[in-house]
């Protein structure tokens, strides 16, 4: 937080990370509001306690959230998750970094009220994937937090393959990525998942699941991800 005076008012800045989404084709999807809705709910409750200001929704096909600069590590396991509930829609996501005025006193604790430049950079970033819609290596997901662009590019093209990898995954996949990220060991995943779908699976059975889904591949590329903006923007 970084206060300062403008105006001849005391005023506070706050470094955050803006994560802004577009539904490709949206006017096509029927019950758009309410498949929304109950998809980025889901997030919100996964994510509660690392959000600025939760994920909504602004004209049917826009989606956007705060993510505050002390829970950078959480960033990119909240875009999975925004990935995982909303597959049944095709997003442009764009991320950016920056500092935001905080609200005045009464105003309604929503992105849509915030202004600033990691707001024009994730919007900037959505913009780049409609532009490269066409190209070779067809991102759907677009950082623009660096001041210095090759950091940017690296990051994108390497969360190419990052999505690639996890599109693939079924239901069952990610909640065993759930209960990885909450410290389970292969053999209580397999002690878990028996008892509630019934399975006779084998401990070494669920290993070999996620070993090919490229979890730990992503998992580490992620904290590399996270280590890059520890060094560059933390």
């Given at each position: 937080m970084i206060d300062y005076v403008r105006g001849g008012m005391h005023m506070a800045m706050e470094e955050v990370f803006v994560i802004t989404s577009d539904i490709v084709h949206s006017k096509d999807i029927p019950d758009l509001k309410e498949g929304i809705e109950s998809r980025i709910a889901k997030v919100n409750a996964m994510h509660a306690g690392s959000l600025k200001t939760p994920f909504t929704s602004l004209r049917g096909d826009e989606i956007q959230a705060i993510?505050?600069?002390?829970?950078?590590?959480?960033?990119?396991?909240?875009?999975r998750n925004l990935r995982?509930?909303?597959?049944?829609?095709?997003?442009r996501i764009g991320v950016g970094y920056g500092m935001v005025d905080q609200l005045p006193k009464d105003t309604e604790e929503t992105s849509w009220n915030y202004n600033g430049p990691p707001f024009y950079r994730a919007r900037e970033?959505?913009?780049?994937?409609?532009?490269?819609?066409?190209?070779?290596?067809?991102?759907?997901?677009?950082?623009?937090?660096?001041?210095q662009a090759i950091f940017n590019d690296i990051l994108n093209t390497t969360y190419f393959f990052v999505e690639k990898t996890t599109e693939?995954?079924?239901?069952?996949?990610?909640?065993?990525?759930?209960?990885?990220?909450?410290?389970?060991?292969?053999?209580?995943?397999?002690?878990?998942?028996?008892?509630?779908?019934?399975?006779?699976?084998?401990?070494?059975?669920?290993?070999?699941?996620?070993?090919?889904?490229?979890?730990?591949?992503?998992?580490?590329?992620e904290e590399n991800f996270i280590r890059l903006i520890k060094e560059m923007l933390i």
């Open positions: 993510v505050p600069r002390k829970h950078y590590a959480e960033l990119f396991r909240i875009l995982r509930f909303m597959q049944d829609y095709t997003l970033a959505v913009e780049t994937l409609e532009e490269r819609k066409k190209s070779s290596v067809h991102l759907r997901t677009c950082f623009k937090m660096f001041d693939k995954w079924k239901p069952e996949m990610w909640t065993i990525v759930d209960y990885l990220e909450a410290g389970h060991t292969h053999e209580k995943i397999a002690s878990i998942l028996n008892e509630k779908t019934g399975a006779q699976k084998t401990r070494t059975g669920y290993t070999m699941k996620i070993n090919r889904s490229g979890w730990y591949w992503v998992h580490e590329t």
